[in-house]
């Protein structure tokens, strides 16, 4: 069973005032498989965990370790993660001019595998994927990202995510800007994807509507840069009718 795992982690960044830390000890560790919502208001570090395991060189690990399969991440590039498995939804997805939907993700496939995917079944897959997030098939020739909505550019994080397969994703945010439908589409291309690959999620979100349709295993309560508190789906609805405010200790620290 793959398991990624996190340990004491303590993470910071450069400010004109010095360093700052933003993780202050951060202890997770997910199964392959499972879902994990990682809830908390503004300026609690959940973004900041979301690129540390991706390998954002902003962020500056002090102390802890993230291991994949007991493999240290922390050791590997970006793309080295990538091939190793990890996969980040970024929270506001960039435009790529130049580089069409199609071509960016027979690239990163192959980049993956080490070797190209039959064309066929590349073509038919993508298709396939396309059609169930319901995007229209032009967009695969149109330039990553550029001129689509918020709603497009979470659809196309769904389609990496499916084509792409890894074995565990990080998902920053995936609900914001989405309306009641593009929410459901998203969902259950998330869904589709663990039960057939059995992928481990980390769901990153300041609400409880996208865990309506992605039912969690575990919740965690993300305040001042660590896990305060964590327990069952039924903790989000606590989180939704009570708010952060008994956590919440100091100001925010990113």
């Given at each position: 069973m793959a398991t990624l795992e996190i340990r004491d982690l303590h993470v910071s960044i450069d400010t004109d005032q010095g360093a700052k830390e933003i993780l202050r000890g951060v202890d997770l560790t997910?199964?392959?498989?499972?879902?994990?919502?990682?809830?908390?208001?503004?300026?609690?570090?959940?973004?900041?965990?979301?690129?540390?395991?991706?390998?954002?060189?902003?962020?500056?690990?002090?102390?802890?370790?993230?291991?994949?399969?007991?493999?240290?991440?922390?050791?590997?590039?970006?793309?080295?993660?990538?091939?190793?498995?990890?996969?980040?939804?970024?929270?506001?997805?960039?435009?790529?001019?130049?580089?069409?939907?199609?071509?960016?993700?027979?690239?990163?496939?192959?980049?993956?595998?080490?070797?190209?995917?039959?064309?066929?079944?590349?073509?038919?897959?993508?298709?396939?994927?396309?059609?169930?997030?319901?995007?229209?098939?032009?967009?695969?020739?149109?330039?990553?990202?550029?001129?689509?909505?918020?709603?497009?550019?979470?659809r196309h994080e769904i389609v990496q995510l499916e084509l792409l397969k890894p074995k565990f994703a990080v998902l920053d945010e995936t609900d914001s800007g989405l309306d009641v439908d593009a929410l459901k589409i998203v969902s259950e291309g998330v869904n589709r994807v663990k039960e057939s690959t059995g992928l481990g999620v980390l769901l990153i979100t300041h609400y409880t509507r996208i865990l309506r349709y992605i039912k969690p295993d575990f919740v965690h309560v993300f305040v001042e840069g660590r896990i305060a508190e964590q327990g069952g789906a039924e903790l989000a609805d606590r989180l939704e009718n009570e708010g952060y405010d008994r956590f919440v200790t100091s100001t925010p620290v990113a």
């Amino acid at each position: 069973m793959a398991t990624l795992e996190i340990r004491d982690l303590h993470v910071s960044i450069d400010t004109d005032q010095g360093a700052k830390e933003i993780l202050r000890g951060v202890d997770l560790t997910i199964n392959e498989g499972e879902i994990h919502a990682i809830m908390g208001p503004n300026g609690s570090g959940k973004s900041t965990l979301a690129y540390t395991i991706a390998g954002h060189p902003r962020y500056t690990v002090d102390s802890g370790s993230i291991t994949l399969d007991g493999e240290d991440v922390l050791a590997m590039s970006v793309d080295e993660r990538a091939k190793a498995g990890l996969f980040l939804a970024m929270q506001y997805p960039v435009e790529i001019p130049g580089v069409t939907v199609s071509n960016f993700l027979r690239t990163a496939k192959t980049a993956l595998d080490g070797e190209a995917p039959p064309l066929r079944a590349w073509v038919k897959d993508l298709k396939s994927s396309m059609e169930a997030l319901r995007m229209d098939r032009g967009f695969a020739e149109r330039n990553v990202n550029e001129g689509f909505s918020g709603g497009e550019k979470k659809r196309h994080e769904i389609v990496q995510l499916e084509l792409l397969k890894p074995k565990f994703a990080v998902l920053d945010e995936t609900d914001s800007g989405l309306d009641v439908d593009a929410l459901k589409i998203v969902s259950e291309g998330v869904n589709r994807v663990k039960e057939s690959t059995g992928l481990g999620v980390l769901l990153i979100t300041h609400y409880t509507r996208i865990l309506r349709y992605i039912k969690p295993d575990f919740v965690h309560v993300f305040v001042e840069g660590r896990i305060a508190e964590q327990g069952g789906a039924e903790l989000a609805d606590r989180l939704e009718n009570e708010g952060y405010d008994r956590f919440v200790t100091s100001t925010p620290v990113a």
